[in-house]
Each structure stands twice: as C-alpha cells, then as structure tokens.
C-alpha cells in the first residue's frame, strides 16, 4: 500500500516542476520579447545609439536567462536566437534599417516561439 501514495507524490513533484519551468519560460521570454520590442522601435527611429544600449541592456538578462534554458529546453533553439542576437547587434552596428528590423523580428518570434511550444496543449503532447 505504500506504493500508492509514491507513485501520487512523484506524479505530484514532476507536474510543479513542469509547471514552475513553464512559468519560468514563460516569463523570461516576455521579458525578452518586451526588450526586443523596444530596441525595434529605436531602430524604426533610426535612433542607433538607443537601439546598441536597449540590445547591450538584453545582451546580459539572455545570458542569464540562457544558462537556465539550457537545462529545460532543446539546445538548436538556444542556439538560434544566440546567431539572431548577434547578426542583429552586427547589423545596429551597421546601421541597416532593413537587416535590424527583420533580425529583430525574428528574434522575437524566435523567443515567442519558445514560450508557445511548452504550453501544455494538445498539440504539443502529440
């Protein structure tokens, strides 16, 4: 009979854990997202030194949030927005509108992506 209130207490313990890692990515990708946002819209404004310091603010909250990401989520996502955030610190760097804008774009929906696709939903079990 003790087997049954183990296996209700593991069951317990990996549906927090699952939730609190979700909560936890879920609002970190926010919060980059947010980040993100606002350095388009310095770019949208051709305000190049306000884009480079919004980025240089992002830079270090996704190395912080990266190293706990690395454990709950796939690698290659990881890796697709670490390329995204350094083509578009390239591209405020050379200050092309265009380029800024589309990597800034996918950026985001690079991190949007991420929250998406732990959602606990159908679509995502099977």
Sequence with gaps: MRTI??????????????????QYIQSTSQTLALQIETVEQSISTHKWENAQKQLNIAQPRWDKTKTLWTVLLDHQEIDDIEVSMKKLEKYIQ????????????ALKLLIDH?????????????
């Design 94 to 105: 050379a200050q092309d509108v265009a380029l800024s804008l589309g990597e800034a774009s």
């Design 5 to 22: 209130p183990t296996i209700v207490t593991i069951i317990i313990l990996l549906l927090g854990g699952s939730l609190a890692s979700y």
């Design 114 to 126: 991420i929250s998406d696709t732990e959602k606990l939903t159908l679509r995502n079990i099977f």
